[in-house]
Nanobody, 123 residues
Framework: QVQLVESGGGLVQPGGSLRVSCEAS????????MGWFRQAPGEQREFVAS????????HYADSLKGRFAISRDNAKNTVYLQMNGLKPEDAAVYYC????????????????WGQGTQVTVST
């Protein structure tokens, strides 16, 4: 059984930065890709970013390029999402996900999901 545990969410002011983390219960090399998705109240879950098995390839939602960065620490079995220049519309529950076989931006290709961490952007 795979467990993904997110942490690092919280309240941040507009323009601020936050880094959320996702620790996996087994080696990141067990997965073809890791990703982050988010879901705001009343909205559908949307893709944020993903990173390939070796970390060489990354994908980002077009609207987030330049502000968000995904990275991984294989030694810690942890994936990070660095978020800069946060806006109120970035507020959401952020979910970590792992894909066993395909590096995709589509949620349906991710096999394992964390419980999410809340990010609130407000004054």
């Amino acid at each position: 059984q795979v467990q993904l545990v997110e942490s690092g969410g919280g309240l941040v002011q507009p323009g601020g930065s936050l880094r959320v983390s996702c620790e996996a219960s087994r080696s990141l090399f067990s997965f073809n890709a890791m990703g982050w998705f988010r879901q705001a109240p009343g909205e559908q879950r949307e893709f944020v970013a993903s990173i390939s098995w070796g970390g060489r390839n990354t994908h980002y939602a077009d609207s987030l390029k330049g502000r968000f960065a995904i990275s991984r620490d294989n030694a810690k079995n942890t994936v990070y999402l660095q978020m800069n220049g946060l806006k109120p519309e970035d507020a959401a529950v952020y979910y970590c996900a792992a894909a066993a076989s395909t590096h995709s931006i589509e949620a349906r290709f991710f096999d394992y999901w964390g419980q999410g961490t809340q990010v609130t952007v407000s004054t």
